[in-house]
C-alpha cells in the first residue's frame, strides 16, 4: 500500500509539474488572430528545462511553428510562436523537449547588388524594396519605398530578379507600383522649416533575422547635414509571416536639437477624388489607388501609434504625416499594402477594414503568460 501511495504521489507531483509548464495565451480582441508571440528565450529555456531543440503543441495535438529570434545576436533572444486564436479565445500551449517538424520559410530578405543595391524582402502575401547607394543619379532613380504586387504565397525575390521580366504579371504577380520623386508606400523625409529634405539611400545594411517566420534587417544611412544640422539615422524593419504590415523602428541623433521634424509618406495618384481614409488623430492614413495600367489595385497605409501627428494634404503627388523623433528615442511606425487581385483584400472597404484589425493589433497585444 505504502508502495502504491508513493507511486500515486509521485504521478500527482509529476502532473502537477507538468500542468505548470504551459503557454497561456489569451486573445483580447472580438476577430481571430493569426500572428507571431514572442517569449524572451532565457525565460523559456528556465521555464522548459530546454535549449535550442524543442517543439510546440496545443491541446488538440497541433504541432506549432516557431523560430528562434536572434536579433544580431549570437544566442537566441525570443521564441516567436505563430498563434491561430479565435476571437476572446484562450488557449494553453505545451512544450516538448524533442525536436519538431521544419517548416518551409515564409519570410525572407536580402541585399540585391545585382539590381543597384537595391534590399528586397517579402514574405507569404507582399513583397518590397529599398532603393540603394548605385541607383542615386540614374535616371531611373527614385526616392521611397516600393511596392511588388504578388499573388502567390511562394517567395518569389530571387526569380524575379533572376528573370528580370517583373513589370509583367506571369501569374505570381508583378511590380507595377510608382514611387519616382515620392516617398512611395510608407518611407521617410526631413521636413525642416515645411519642406521635404530627401535622404540619400541606405549605405549598409544587417541581416538581423531571417525566417522561416520573422525576417528582421537595420539599414543605415550616411549622416545628413540639413540647415547646419548634423543627423544620424537608421530603419530597423520587420516583416512577419501571413502580414501585410512592416515594422519599423526609426532610430535617429540630431546633434543640434532634440527633436527632428519629419513625414511619412504616401504616393498620390492622378485623379479627382482619391479615395483615402485618414484615422483618430492622425495616427493612420489609408489610400486605395485608381487602377493603373490594367494592372489591378493597390491598397497602402500607415499607421503612427502613441505620436502626435499632423495630416498634410496639399502636395498633389504625395499624403504627409508630420511627426517629431527624439533624440536616441526609437520612433515606431508600421506601413503596409495590398493588392485586389490576390484576391484577399479587394476593395476600398475591405482594405480599410484591414487597416483598423492591423492598429488593434497594435493596441491590444496577445497577451502571453508562462506557468
Given at each position: 500500500m505504502k508502495a502504491l501511495f508513493g507511486i500515486l504521489f509521485l504521478l500527482a507531483c509529476s502532473i502537477s509539474s507538468f500542468a505548470q509548464k504551459q503557454i497561456i495565451v489569451q486573445n483580447p480582441s472580438a476577430h481571430v488572430r493569426k500572428e507571431l508571440i514572442a517569449i524572451p528565450f532565457e525565460k523559456f529555456k528556465a521555464s522548459f528545462s530546454v535549449d535550442t531543440v524543442f517543439s510546440i503543441w496545443d491541446e488538440q495535438g497541433n504541432e506549432l511553428p516557431h523560430q528562434l529570434e536572434k536579433l544580431g545576436q549570437s544566442s537566441p533572444?525570443?521564441?516567436?510562436?505563430?498563434?491561430?486564436?479565435?476571437?476572446?479565445?484562450?488557449?494553453?500551449?505545451?512544450?516538448?523537449?524533442?525536436?519538431?517538424?521544419?517548416?518551409?520559410?515564409?519570410?525572407?530578405?536580402?541585399?540585391?547588388?545585382?539590381?543597384?543595391?537595391?534590399?528586397?524582402?517579402?514574405?507569404?502575401?507582399?513583397?518590397?524594396?529599398?532603393?540603394?547607394?548605385?541607383?542615386?543619379?540614374?535616371?531611373?532613380?527614385?526616392?521611397?519605398?516600393?511596392?511588388?504586387?504578388?499573388?502567390?504565397?511562394?517567395?518569389?525575390?530571387?526569380?524575379?530578379?533572376?528573370?528580370?521580366?517583373?513589370?509583367?504579371d506571369h501569374g505570381e504577380g508583378l511590380d507595377y507600383y510608382s514611387v519616382g520623386q515620392t516617398l512611395g508606400m510608407g518611407d521617410m523625409a526631413f521636413y525642416p522649416e515645411g519642406k521635404i529634405h530627401y535622404s540619400k539611400h541606405y549605405r549598409s545594411f544587417k541581416l538581423l533575422d531571417n525566417g522561416p517566420l520573422r525576417s528582421t534587417f537595420l539599414l543605415i544611412y550616411e549622416p545628413e547635414n540639413i540647415q547646419g544640422q548634423q543627423i544620424r539615422f537608421q530603419k530597423q524593419i520587420s516583416l512577419d509571416a501571413g502580414s501585410h504590415f512592416n515594422r519599423i523602428e526609426l532610430s535617429m541623433h540630431n546633434a543640434s536639437t532634440a527633436n527632428t521634424p519629419f513625414v511619412i509618406g504616401l504616393a498620390k495618384r492622378k485623379e479627382k477624388e482619391p479615395l483615402f481614409l485618414l484615422g483618430k488623430g492622425n495616427r493612420s492614413l489609408s489610400y486605395w489607388e485608381p487602377e493603373i495600367n490594367k494592372s489591378g489595385r493597390t491598397g497602402v497605409a500607415i499607421i503612427i501609434p502613441d505620436q502626435k501627428v499632423e495630416f498634410i494634404n496639399d502636395r498633389p503627388e504625395q499624403f504627409l504625416l508630420l511627426s517629431k523623433a527624439k533624440n536616441n528615442r526609437p520612433f515606431v511606425y508600421y506601413n503596409g499594402a495590398t493588392w485586389n487581385r490576390a484576391g484577399k483584400i479587394t476593395d476600398e472597404k475591405a482594405w480599410a477594414k484591414a487597416v483598423e484589425s492591423e492598429k488593434e493589433k497594435i493596441e491590444k497585444p496577445i497577451k502571453v503568460t508562462v506557468k
Open positions: 533572444q525570443n521564441v516567436l510562436i505563430l498563434v491561430d486564436l479565435k476571437a476572446k479565445e484562450k488557449v494553453k500551449l505545451s512544450v516538448s523537449g524533442t525536436s519538431g517538424k521544419v517548416y518551409p520559410a515564409r519570410t525572407y530578405a536580402r541585399y540585391v547588388p545585382e539590381r543597384y543595391d537595391d534590399f528586397a524582402w517579402e514574405n507569404d502575401v507582399v513583397a518590397f524594396r529599398m532603393y540603394g547607394k548605385a541607383l542615386e543619379g540614374r535616371p531611373d532613380d527614385a526616392q521611397g519605398m516600393d511596392y511588388w504586387a504578388k499573388r502567390t504565397d511562394k517567395l518569389i525575390i530571387d526569380a524575379w530578379y533572376k528573370s528580370g521580366d517583373y513589370h509583367k
